[in-house]
């Protein structure tokens, strides 16, 4: 069996409303698999499929934010409680060696698992961090930390990488170097997200276009680009899959879920598991469970 983790930056569980993309924008994939939309009304457990609300909040104050969020998600620590508020964007500097020491990746590898960080880096993020125009995400610290493969444009080339925006529309748009790939449909890309499940345990993926959309970064149809492709992507992991295989989203913090604001939200993020380990994700409540949770399936399968 592999588990594949997708974390989808900025998507929150609320009400179908009228207000709420993610009633609104047409997703057939996940309407079968829930018979509705991502919403509170599908929060339940059946058969291989889990749906259930995390409280992203963590007891501190203030809107969640990613950069002690996703801290939270990859090692399993209150991390805005351990920083004392909430902080946006990077990892507090305090808290990078948790990441490099004590990630869901390091941990998989110490039980001898294999462990795949699917999104492809060009050569000009790592020049921006080289020039500090940039800083090492949650992801990269944790990655680099655990020794992981980090992939190139090479790699997308050879569909042996995913770009961030699931299509590589995004990736083209800012690297001239990705501008030669053609772009692939969200449906190949979650085929060859599944692919991974062949030689790897772990598959981590992560996309950002949800945050993006619900800050009103991608237009005016930002959330119907976002979530649309993310249908897709679910469409394609769903058809190539091994029975065997599972596939666990979560997020960080709400935000795509209300149309009216284009700031984060307080709203519990997603946990939704498909396939036959869905049920080992029955008693996770907060985000910071889910690394544990993750750790804890592999070393039992």
């Not at 276009?209 to 993310?230: E, F, K, M, Q, V």
Request: charge should be neutral; include cysteine; hydrophobic fraction near 45%.
């Amino acid at each position: 069996m592999a588990l594949t983790f997708v974390f989808l930056d900025g998507v929150g569980l609320a009400p179908a409303t009228a207000d709420n993309p993610l009633a609104q924008v047409p997703m057939p994939t996940i309407r079968r698999l829930l018979r509705g939309p991502l919403t509170t009304e599908q929060i339940g457990f059946r058969d291989e499929l889990l749906l259930a609300p995390l409280d992203a909040c963590l007891g501190v104050d203030g809107l969640p934010q990613s950069g002690t969020n996703h801290v939270a998600l990859l090692v399993g620590v209150n991390a805005p409680a351990l920083h004392g508020h909430h902080q946006p964007h990077f990892p507090p500097v305090a808290l990078r060696p948790l990441l490099a020491e004590r990630s869901l990746f390091r941990r998989a590898r110490l039980q001898g698992k294999r462990v795949a960080f699917v999104n492809v880096f060009t050569t000009g993020y790592w020049q921006a961090l080289a020039a500090r125009r940039l800083r090492r995400s949650a992801s990269v610290i944790a990655a680099e930390g655990a020794g992981l493969y980090l992939r190139d444009l090479n790699d997308l080339r050879a569909g042996q990488a995913l770009s961030w925006d699931i299509t590589g529309e995004g990736l083209a748009a800012r690297d001239p170097d990705a501008a030669t790939i053609p772009p692939i449909s969200p449906q190949l890309a979650g085929e060859r997200l599944a692919q991974f499940a062949l030689d790897y345990d772990l598959v981590f993926f992560e996309c950002f276009l949800p945050d993006l959309a619900g800050h009103g970064r991608l237009g005016p149809h930002g959330a119907t680009i976002a979530l649309s492709r993310i249908d897709g992507l679910f469409e394609g992991w769903l058809r190539a899959r091994r029975p065997t295989d599972t596939l666990l989203v979560t997020s960080d913090h709400g935000n795509i879920e209300q149309a009216a604001t284009t700031t984060h939200t307080t709203a519990p993020t997603p946990l939704l598991v498909i396939g036959p380990h869905a049920g080992y994700f029955h008693h996770v409540r907060r985000i910071d469970e889910v690394a544990d949770a993750i750790v804890a399936v592999l070393a039992n399968t």
